[in-house]
């Protein structure tokens, strides 16, 4: 076979494509593909992106949960739109933000980590990766489709593991949403045999095997101390103290774990969260600021922030930022998980609502595992929520206030 011939067969991807990645039949608005690591998502993706290109559909918005992700991931990744496309087809990478097709096609990069940039711009597709992992999910997703109203027949592909978040769960009760799903296994070809033999088989069987590999649509952690069906929206707003419970992380780079700020108030026997203002990879007096301003705007009785790690720096960050504000240091002598346990059962009956909004904390209690951690991360939020609601309802920690 020719050189020619060989690189025409290379670039077909009718030729090598399996039937779940190629686009379903029906008349669907969202194309909902969940799959397991290494199944063959972001190809299929970036190959339905080089298909609208080349039929002259446009503009197209292509959306990761960061612009780092989206650029590495979607655009210059192994299975991204840059590598699928032969030379002549290749699109070009212009200021970091858009593609341009050689038949003058073009594609917005965007990040859902900032809905607001959705305002504006108006596009005839859209190709959205990790929605599983977005912070703001639905806020994001709900602009996105503003603003996807061009051409004859506006569509979008959603390529995610499969979480159990509000989003998704929201797509696939959509009539509208054609769901296909993936399993690592049927990609088994195009992957290193060492994967298989030290991840798959390592993990196969397991809840997160189930989800990571098989795709599977995993509501709840079994081994969890929170569930789903234990959130109850807010039936008013609250009727005693309010906190704001700070858990702040070791270093401030971002690489760093999140700082977990979480506001609640008494209401009745229990306690209503107000907000997640929870920060991640920012410099230390950046959450000392946000913690302030939510102590302010919620006109909270005081700041309870952790001290194990840091103590005269947290500290010495509050007064400057906000002097006069009283803080309650409390550290903690005992493990992530017997801590929480209280605070779990509080849900259990009943007796702590939710306001509208708060999904990102939502998805990480209920990942929040015997471990410690939160789907292998440390789990900020729920530190911030255990401190805030054995603050005003359990009454356990009872240091002396600093006034500030």
């Known amino acids: 076979m020719a050189g020619r011939d060989v690189e025409r067969e290379y670039y077909c991807w009718p030729r090598w494509a399996r039937r779940e990645q190629r686009p379903p039949p029906g008349d669907w608005t969202t194309w909902l593909l969940m799959g397991g690591r290494g ?9 339905w992106v080089r298909r609208l290109a080349r039929r002259g559909i446009a503009p197209i918005a292509l959306v990761g949960e960061t612009m780092t992700e989206a650029v590495e991931i979607m655009v ?20 970091g933000s858009r593609l341009v097709w050689p038949n003058g096609v073009e ?9 607001e940039r959705f305002r504006g711009p108006q596009f005839a597709a859209a190709w959205c990766d990790e929605i599983g992992k977005w912070p703001h999910a639905e806020e994001a997703w709900d602009m996105l489709q503003f603003g ?5 027949r506006p569509r979008q592909l959603a390529t995610t593991t499969p979480r159990a978040t509000r989003l998704i769960r929201r797509l696939l009760d959509d009539e509208h949403t054609s769901v296909v799903r993936m399993a690592t296994q049927d990609n088994w ?12 088989a390592r993990y196969r069987g397991t809840v997160l095997g189930r989800q990571e590999l098989d795709g599977e649509l995993i509501e709840d952690r079994i081994d969890a101390l929170w569930q789903r069906s234990m959130f109850r929206p807010a039936e008013g707003g609250a ?6 419970a700070v858990d702040p992380p070791v270093t401030g780079t971002a690489r760093s774990d999140a700082c977990g700020i979480v506001v609640a108030g008494q209401r009745g026997e229990g306690a209503v969260v107000l907000e997640d203002a929870t920060l991640k990879g920012i410099m230390p007096r950046i959450w000392a600021e946000r913690a302030v301003a939510a102590y302010r705007a919620h006109e909270a009785d005081c700041i309870v922030v952790e001290v194990n790690q840091g103590g005269d720096l947290v500290r010495q960050l509050l007064e400057q930022v906000g002097s006069n504000v009283p803080v309650r240091a409390v550290r903690a002598s ?7 346990e209280p605070v779990a059962a509080l849900y259990a009956r009943g007796l702590v609502q939710h306001v509208p909004g708060l999904t990102a904390l939502e998805d990480e209690l209920c990942a929040f595992g015997p471990d410690g951690k939160a789907e292998g991360h440390s789990p900020d939020r729920v530190d911030a929520l255990v401190w805030a609601l054995t603050e005003l309802v359990l009454n356990e920690v009872r240091p002396r206030i600093r006034g500030l």
């Open 107 to 115: 594609a917005t990069i965007m990040t859902a980590s900032d809905p």
């Open 239 to 244: 009727e005693g103290r309010i906190v704001v």
């Open 148 to 152: 996807l109203r061009l051409g004859e």
């Open 76 to 95: 210059r990744g192994e299975s991204g739109i840059l590598a699928i496309h032969p030379d002549e087809e290749r699109p070009i990478l212009r200021g």
């Open 39 to 47: 199944s063959g998502k972001t190809r299929a993706g970036a190959e």
């Open 334 to 340: 005992r493990g992530k998980w017997v801590r929480a």
């Open 189 to 200: 070809k195009f992957l290193a045999p060492t994967f298989f033999d030290a991840v798959v």
